[in-house]
């Protein structure tokens, strides 16, 4: 892949927002890129080296190495495997796992300690994830103590479809590429407990759902659904 198409594959990334256009050409320099088909698996850890991932299309299920158990969905724009720059190979406690055909651009963490080292502005910008990431799990934890399982089911809905959707016909629909099991990891909860949620909200007219897609309904859909 020629290095302006790498070029273009970067762009999107804020984290790469402050660079000039030499440094985003020596960047693309050391970029390779791949393509996964769904369901296939993101070695985070290769157990000699570790890598950081940039995705630029498609989305990504981030799981505990150990458990299985979902942690975080990644969509065009994210990074992810950014803890492989704290640890030492082997110590990997994360797997990926493409949820659609997706295209990721990767650096190995010794390249990007290098580039970090010579950019100020990258390396802040992956210590601000980095602080996301431990905001995520903050905010998560609150939400244990403070919300019902049923809000957090909704409110996790919510920021998934608007953040893997796009409007049609007045309603914003995302493709449904998690399971039930996948939204109750993620949301503390219950694979029960979110076919009950699911089911009452559709019920209510809040969201429509199919084996396909899943939808938050317009205004006039739920006020039409309840004449």
């Known amino acids: 892949?020629?290095?302006?198409t790498k070029y273009w594959f970067l762009e999107g990334f804020n984290l790469f927002s402050k660079l000039g256009m030499n440094a985003?050409?020596?960047?693309?320099?050391?970029?390779?890129?791949?393509r996964y088909s769904k369901g296939a698996r993101i070695n985070l850890d290769s157990g000699d080296e570790q890598s950081v991932y940039f995705l630029k299309k498609g989305s990504v299920k981030i799981v505990s190495s150990d458990t299985e158990v979902a942690k975080f969905i990644a969509h065009p724009g994210n990074i992810f495997g950014e803890l492989g720059l704290y640890q030492l190979p082997g110590?990997?406690?994360?797997?990926?796992y493409a949820l659609e055909e997706s295209v990721v651009c990767t650096f190995s963490a010794n390249q990007m300690n290098e580039l970090m080292a010579k950019h100020p502005s990258l390396k802040n910008g992956v210590l601000k994830i980095y602080g996301f990431r431990i905001k995520r799990l903050e905010r998560r934890l609150q939400d244990l103590l403070h919300k019902d399982s049923g809000t957090r089911i909704e409110e996790f809905i919510r920021y998934y479809v608007t953040a893997f959707g796009v409007p049609v016909n007045g309603?914003?629909?995302?493709?449904?590429l998690?399971?039930?099991k996948d939204i109750a990891?993620?949301?503390?909860?219950?694979?029960?407990?979110v076919n009950n949620v699911l089911t009452g909200l559709r019920r209510e007219g809040t969201i429509d759902y199919n084996a396909k897609v899943i939808s938050i309904l317009s205004p006039e859909e739920k006020i039409n659904r309840h004449e």
């Open 171 to 176: 309603r914003q629909e995302a493709r449904k």
């Open 178 to 180: 998690l399971s039930h």
């Open 1 to 4: 892949m020629g290095t302006l």
């Open 185 to 193: 990891h993620l949301t503390n909860t219950s694979r029960q407990t």
């Open 91 to 96: 110590e990997g406690e994360e797997t990926a």
């Open 24 to 34: 985003m050409m020596e960047l693309c320099e050391e970029l390779v890129m791949h």
